[in-house]
């Protein structure tokens, strides 16, 4: 069982950044797909970026692209997502997630990933 856990949220202002980390406790042997989703109110959850633990790869969403960056950090088991220029289209609740993968690709699709953290608040103000 892997656990999630994710800090780094809160209120900044438009054109501001924020560092989301995400620490994985649990039986984290093996490779991972982590990845970071958002749900704004009154919508789907979506896709944001995600990293293969192995292979360094990465992918993000077009609306974030050149603007958000996707990290880990081996040794701390830590997945970061920096993320500047924030617009207020970006507050929602961020999650981080993780996937079991035998491969070097990315999962993008969120029936792909196992596990969830609960979640932290992203509020960008205009």
């Known amino acids: 069982q892997v656990q999630p856990v994710e800090s780094g949220g809160g209120l900044v202002q438009a054109g501001d950044s924020l560092n989301l980390s995400c620490v994985a406790s649990g039986r984290t042997f093996g490779n991972y797909v982590k990845g970071w989703f958002r749900q704004a109110p009154g919508k789907e959850r979506e896709f944001v970026a995600a990293?293969?633990?192995?292979?360094?790869?990465?992918d993000y969403t077009d609306s974030v692209k050149g603007r958000f960056t996707i990290s880990r950090d081996n040794a701390k088991n830590t997945v970061y997502l920096q993320m500047n220029s924030l617009k207020p289209e970006d507050t929602a609740v961020f999650y981080c997630?993780?996937?079991?993968?035998?491969?070097?690709?990315?999962?993008?699709?969120?029936?792909?990933?196992?596990?969830w953290g609960r979640g932290t608040q992203v509020t960008v103000s205009s």
């Open positions: 990293i293969n633990w192995m292979s360094g790869k990465t």
């Open positions: 997630a993780a996937a079991r993968s035998v491969g070097t690709g990315i999962f993008t699709v969120l029936r792909s990933y196992e596990y």
